[in-house]
């Protein structure tokens, strides 16, 4: 497991860091946007799931996203998902190797 900052953007412009996925649960901080490519023949879904509670309850189920075969998509991670330490789980299926992603702070 990883926990991956957010790199966040400037006028000047910011290089960023490719993270490649894994099926194992990484972390990403709550409130980034996650810019995920699927360079892989078949689909995979990314998913983010929210550890916080309110009151003792969950928060939210979570969040699966499908990224069909060549594809890319940028993922929203509401800053109330993340736990205690800020980070949010997520996970890609499959060959999750296929799945490359950025993670970008607002």
Do not use: K
């Not at 995920?36 to 995979?44: E, M, P, Q, V, Y």
């Not at 799931?49 to 993922?75: F, K, M, Y």
């Not at 929203?76 to 789980?89: E, H, K, T, Y």
């Amino acid at each position: 497991m990883a926990d991956f900052p957010a790199e966040t953007p400037t006028t000047l412009g910011t290089p960023l860091t490719l993270r490649t996925g894994t099926s194992s649960s990484d972390t990403v901080p709550g409130g980034c946007t996650i810019v995920a490519r699927n360079t892989g023949a078949g689909s995979h879904t990314v998913t983010l799931t929210p550890s916080a509670t309110v009151d003792g309850l969950p928060l939210s189920a979570g969040r699966v996203v499908a990224v069909a075969a060549g594809a890319a998509a940028a993922i929203r991670v509401p800053a109330r998902w993340a736990d205690a330490n800020g980070r949010v789980p997520l996970a890609i299926d499959g060959t999750a190797s296929e799945v490359l992603y950025w993670v970008i702070g607002a």
